[in-house]
């Protein structure tokens, strides 16, 4: 069982092709292998389609030898195919226009103008299944002249496209959509997925993507480092901390959360019950005091502990309370529902100068936000766990850019702050610095409030229980979002709230704890 999903960028791509090529692997075979596993999964997908009218739509590079190629296969198991190629191809691309000439004459028409780009509107018409290979890894912009006009036109077609490699205009290394793109119902990935496919909103143009063999040489994959690993359960499963038979509540890890002001109790209570659910053995939450009632009667299991307050948050002086209170657990989650004004930013701002290992979430991430600086200074471990617009707020970046960029903003973000960090999802991009994880359970059941700050408090509950901070920030990502799918089986997203997911964790950790469940 392979224990993630490699993501590797264009660049590595071309790395791989090159490599090959040195080891006496020549292109053309390598296409080859591309176009053959292409048809297979398409007919694979939709037999029906792919034994139809198939429309092969291809630019001059390699994307469009890719598609020749997958046509021709699926010309030779019967379907009736045509091919449109737009300018002159060069290299193997030219070989495979060659081969599908032989194979299939008079199925194939040029296109060296703008001008004649009618032809294909008229044979895109005439369509069952578009096969979208204008353009793959080869773009680093938005769309030109032919290619541009010929993805146009696929658009306002509406016919059912598989996308080979990635939807034609799309970028391969980040989610930004730069100008006009395909929208497919299949991208099959050649040889790897690349970030286009998992980062929005560039991936909701690739409708389901699947990854199609390349006939690499083993070897080559050694030469090449990927950008990012999509998780799954068993190495989440394998990332969870044991739990020793004869393990008490002491052994499965003190926590503190702060949390809450008048009008958001709610949020210090779900924090802790998602601590609680990862396995925490004991969980104190200190509050302001109007609200403490509150969060005692939500969750008979927490220790709950009323702080000074004003202005309905905790006011500053119970930052000192925060402190020592925090020097008595392992470790301390801060921010959901703590509100911002001057007591969350100076209980924020003591608690990073403590040194105690800390979760920052919501408020708090506003209260660092403040001054930055703090963070690079303090000498504690520190997990952050923003959502995009927190995350860009902390990092002075454009929302836009952090979302589409995740995966470079969350390493990038690791590695000036020294904090492990969570950039949010869908999907959700983990990194300490080096590798960076990316989790794409869940569903838009989340997208309520109170979501993240279950999340919170489960990365708290698995960090004190004794995973490392990178390993409790993506499995507690990975198993929140799995607590989502179950509490949407059979159920409405936009009706499963933030207490349905807390209370399928359960039901989530044991689908992804290995067997034997417990150590002796
Ligand atoms: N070894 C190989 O030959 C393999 C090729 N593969 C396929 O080859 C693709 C990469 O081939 P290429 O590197 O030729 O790249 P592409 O096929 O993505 O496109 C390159 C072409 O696009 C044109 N172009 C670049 N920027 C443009 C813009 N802004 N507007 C319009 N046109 C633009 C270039 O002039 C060039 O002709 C992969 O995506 C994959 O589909 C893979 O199947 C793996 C094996
Ligand atoms: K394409």
Known sequence: MKPVLKVFTAEAIRTLDRRAAEHGVAPLLLME??????????????????????????????????ALSATRWLGLAGAD?????????????????????????????AIRRAAELNVLRTR???????????????????????????????????????????????????????????????????GALKPCHLLPPAAGLCGEARVVDVAYPPSVWDEVSPVAHVVDASFCGSLLPRRPRFGHKGTFGKILVVAGAVGMAGAAALCAEGALRAGAGLVHVLCPEPVFPIVA??????????????????????????????????????????????????????????GVPLVVDADALFALAQDPSLLRAGHGEIILTPHVGEFARLAAVDPDEAMSDKIRWARGMARSSRATVVLKGPPTAVSGGGDVYLTTTGNTALAHG????VLAGMIGGLWAGGATPLAAAVVGAYVHGLAAELATAGASERAALPRDVVGSLPWAFASIEPEPRRDS
Do not use: Y
């Not at 109170?450 to 700050?453: A, C, N």
């Open 124 to 190: 895109i018409a005439e369509a069952d299944l578009v096969l979208d290979g204008i353009l793959g890894i080869g773009l680093a912009q938005g769309a030109r002249g032919l290619a541009r006009g010929a993805i146009e036109i696929v658009v306002a077609s509406g016919s059912p496209v598989v996308a080979l490699d990635l939807p034609s205009g799309l970028v391969a290394d980040c989610g930004a959509v730069p100008g006009p793109a395909v929208r497919a119902e299949l991208t099959l990935a050649m």
């Open 297 to 354: 009667a939500l969750l008979p299991e927490a220790l709950v502990h009323p702080g000074r307050a004003a202005d309905g948050m905790l006011s500053p002086e119970a930052a000192a309370e925060a402190v020592r209170r925090a020097q008595e657990m392992d470790l301390v989650v801060v921010g959901p529902g703590l509100g911002r004004g001057p007591g969350p930013k100076e209980v924020v701002h003591a608690l990073v100068a403590s």
């Open 450 to 453: 109170g979501s993240g700050d």
């Open 33 to 66: 292998s591309a176009g053959r596993g292409a048809a297979a999964e398409i007919s694979a997908w939709n037999r029906g389609l792919a034994t139809g009218r198939v429309l092969a739509v291809c630019g001059k590079g390699g994307n469009g030898g890719d």
């Open 81 to 109: 195919v045509q091919a449109v190629v737009l300018g002159t191809p060069h290299g193997p691309t030219a070989e495979q226009e060659r081969a599908f000439r032989a194979s299939f004459p008079d199925r194939l028409v």
